[in-house]
């Protein structure tokens, strides 16, 4: 089993007490491949639709975007962990999931993605954390994830894990073991189920590049969903 774990900061905080956590059950069974963030990708996205017109690998960044998309393409379970900064995601993972907006679903999603597992795991001082998840959430569905399990919690007294009452670490302990051991129950040999929302988002997509197809304007997106046969019968939740 691999995992591949996109943390949105480099600092070893409360969130990162709470992934090494989750983990716990894993260790032991799991490959797991760990990123973070900006070390492991110091650039902004740009805008310069470059990926989107020419490709992914004309990209100023390609070289830290590849890396780390081998290791989501090659994971069973994929983590994105994160704090809430301004009641968001941290800069760094805002960058990161900028880079990869060539993989959403209108344009060129990756089928592997489609029968995945993700968790996202985030915390905040007061409010945040759900925008926060929400955030990440966002790019995990559209690049075809169904399955997505949520952590969040809010601290309200202190962001040092060391400082938290007793109280409060235990009950967090207690509800990320609690996820950790629904992760680690499943069977990752099969692929995740792809949920309706998901099938009617790529439905939508389809009818979208069959439009451009028909109008004779298709570009690099418009190839890549012929070359897989999604304008046709293929979808990319249907194992051959």
Known sequence: MKI????????????????????????????????????DCPSFCVGCTSCFMKGENTCKDFSYINAIEKS?????????????YVMHTTGAMKALL???GYRWMPHRPAPEMFGKRAVIITQCLGAGAKSTA??????????GISKIGVFKSALMNDIIWDKLS???RKRLTKNINKLA??????NYAKPARTKLITKIKFKLCRFIQKKVQKS????????????????DKNRPWKRK
């Open 4 to 39: 591949t774990i996109i943390n949105g900061t480099e600092k070893h905080g409360v969130t990162y007490k709470l992934k090494e956590q989750f983990l716990q059950p894993f260790k032991s069974i799991a490959e797991i491949t760990e990123y973070y963030l900006p070390k």
């Open 134 to 143: 929400k955030d990440i959430k966002h790019s995990l569905s559209w690049w």
């Open 216 to 231: 004779g304007m298709g570009g690099l997106d418009c190839k890549y969903w012929q070359e897989h046969g999604w304008l």
């Open 181 to 186: 051991r629904k992760f680690a129950k499943i």
């Open 72 to 84: 989501l393409l090659e994971a069973d379970l994929v983590v994105m962990t994160s704090p809430a």
């Open 166 to 168: 007793e109280k409060k």
């Open 98 to 100: 900028d880079h990869f």
